[in-house]
């Protein structure tokens, strides 16, 4: 069974820093282009970040760039996303894909660049 496990959410002040953690298991996701989502309460699930099965491009949100970071190890099969100088608004329950077909960068910023979805981890980030 193919799945996608996230943690590392929490509950942290405004300022604060985190890192999501995302998992593979089942098959290897070395060759996926991956990506992080988030949904905020009464909102879309939204593109936040995203990386190539190569390692070599990254891609952010305007929301979201230089404050966040997406790697991965594939060693692990674990994609991380490093989230800094967190904001209120940052609030939401993130989640990780991948995208098993390597479509591209433009085709990765939307939900159904993606065939595999993690179940999400909540991030809270208080005022």
């Known amino acids: 069974q193919v799945r996608l496990v996230e943690s590392g959410g929490g509950l942290v002040q405004a300022g604060a820093s985190l890192r999501l953690s995302c998992a593979g298991s089942g098959r290897t996701f070395s060759q996926d282009n991956m990506g992080w989502f988030r949904r905020a309460p009464g909102k879309e699930r939204e593109f936040t970040a995203a990386?190539?099965?190569?390692?070599?491009?990254?891609y952010y949100a305007d929301s979201v760039k230089g404050r966040f970071t997406i790697s991965r190890d594939n060693a692990k099969n674990t994609v991380y996303l490093q989230m800094n100088s967190l904001k209120p608004e940052d609030t939401a329950v993130y989640y990780c894909a991948s995208d098993s077909l390597a479509r591209g960068p433009i085709s990765n910023t939307y939900t159904w660049g993606y065939n595999y979805w993690g179940q999400g981890t909540q991030v809270t980030v208080s005022s």
């Open positions: 990386i190539n099965w190569k390692d070599t491009n990254t």
